[in-house]
């Protein structure tokens, strides 16, 4: 992992945390899950595509590591701003900041897109920048789900929205790009209704990965009910829409799907 500071000296500090794929001469770590990320380590051989990860409200990324961690030990680079005014600890915390979080986040894809171009950083020639998916929880799901405003990138490939819903008087638009959306029918932060009615007015392939008695977001936490399930879907989902990976989008309701404990409906077609 590594940190970029793509905010000093401005008045809207923007801290990034990046998991990557690593080179790594060690003996085999254990299949279980992915090891404690060394910082700054070199970039293994490849191009990887990015995931744009956005927190919720009064969060940080590095709270969101068992599922960034795990993503990024399946072949992507995932960065994750901490957004000025609604992170945890933030100086002067806004809720209404949300609206200009797709801009941040943008600007956090562009920098990474210099990287790539450039000669003297270890990110150069390893980032497939054409190839970029978002994710985002809570707050951070209806960031995500700005992202796809008429307009967007056609780089823009997909998004996945947990425990989130549309940005209010928003629409989706621009070039085609699956949505999956995975949601507790016991949320009572953001309420389910509103994630279906988001679901609804994508006008693209979606899914939507429904965790059976879970709230706002006990699903993240590894050994909770539906963790298991939600890792899957979304890492299957990231591996079909930015690796093109068929069996990836053969294997995603198998993954995701769990009479006990998610419902997942495939749109996706």
Aim: charged letters at 20%; proline letters at 9%.
């Amino acid at each position: 992992m590594r940190t970029l500071d793509l905010g000093r000296g401005t008045a809207r500090p923007l801290r990034v945390t990046i998991w990557y794929p690593a080179r790594d001469d060690r003996p085999q770590r254990s299949a279980a899950g992915p090891g404690t990320p060394r910082r700054d380590a070199p970039v293994a051989a490849g191009r990887f595509p990015i995931v744009l990860f956005s927190h919720g409200l009064h969060s940080l990324p590095e709270l969101h590591a068992p599922l960034t961690t795990r993503w990024a030990s399946a072949g992507f680079v995932v960065a994750a701003p901490a957004y000025p005014h609604t992170k945890r600890a933030a100086r002067r915390f806004d809720r209404g900041d949300i609206r200009r979080q797709p801009g941040d986040a943008w600007r956090v894809i562009q920098h990474l897109s210099r990287l790539d171009q450039g000669s003297d950083d270890r990110f150069a020639g390893h980032l497939a920048v054409t190839r970029i998916g978002a994710v985002g929880h809570s707050a951070g799901g209806y960031t995500t789900a700005g992202l796809f405003a008429p307009g967007h990138s056609a780089w823009l490939r997909g998004g996945i929205v947990i425990g989130g819903a549309g940005m209010p008087g928003a629409t989706f638009g621009g070039p085609p790009a699956p949505l999956l959306f995975v949601h507790g029918d016991a949320d009572r932060v953001v309420p389910l209704a509103r994630a279906r009615d988001a679901f609804r007015r994508a006008p693209w392939p979606k899914a939507f990965l429904t965790v059976r008695g879970q709230g706002h977001g006990e699903y993240l936490i590894p050994g909770r009910r539906g963790f298991a399930q939600v890792l899957a879907a979304t890492t299957e989902f990231l591996r079909w829409t930015l690796y093109g990976d068929a069996r990836a989008r053969r294997d995603l309701p198998a993954g995701a799907a769990d009479p006990g404990s998610t419902v997942f409906a495939d749109g996706l077609d």
